[in-house]
Nanobody
């Protein structure tokens, strides 16, 4: 079992930046691939970014490539999502998730543990 707590969400103008953090506790953090997903009002939860257990590999959905950067600090049991050049369509609740069985994944079903989410709102 691993517990995940997100922070760093908020209200920002279009073109601005935010940095989300997800602190993990419980099992060995470095045993998990980590991902960020997001859910906009009335839409399905969708994949945004993922990072491998060691941090050597990352993967992004096309809509955030070049604007978002995922990273992790295994010594601090924390994964980050740096979001730049934010757009109104990035408005969503952002969730971090942990996948114990995979090196890296963009599939929601591969993630066993989820945080409670943090709201990101981008105004135009």
């Amino acid at each position: 079992q691993v517990q995940l707590v997100e922070s760093g969400g908020g209200l920002v103008q279009a073109g601005g930046s935010l940095r989300l953090a997800c602190a993990a506790s419980g099992r060995t953090f470095s045993n998990y691939a980590m991902g960020w997903f997001r859910q906009a009002p009335g839409k399905e939860r969708e994949f945004a970014a993922a990072i491998s257990r060691s941090g050597s590999s990352t993967y992004y959905t096309d809509s955030v490539k070049g604007r978002f950067a995922i990273s992790r600090d295994n010594a601090k049991n924390t994964v980050y999502l740096q979001m730049n050049s934010l757009k109104p369509e990035d408005t969503a609740i952002y969730y971090c998730a942990a996948a114990p069985k995979y090196l890296i994944s963009n599939a929601r079903g591969d993630y066993d543990y989820w945080g409670q989410g943090t709201q990101v709102t981008v105004s135009s």
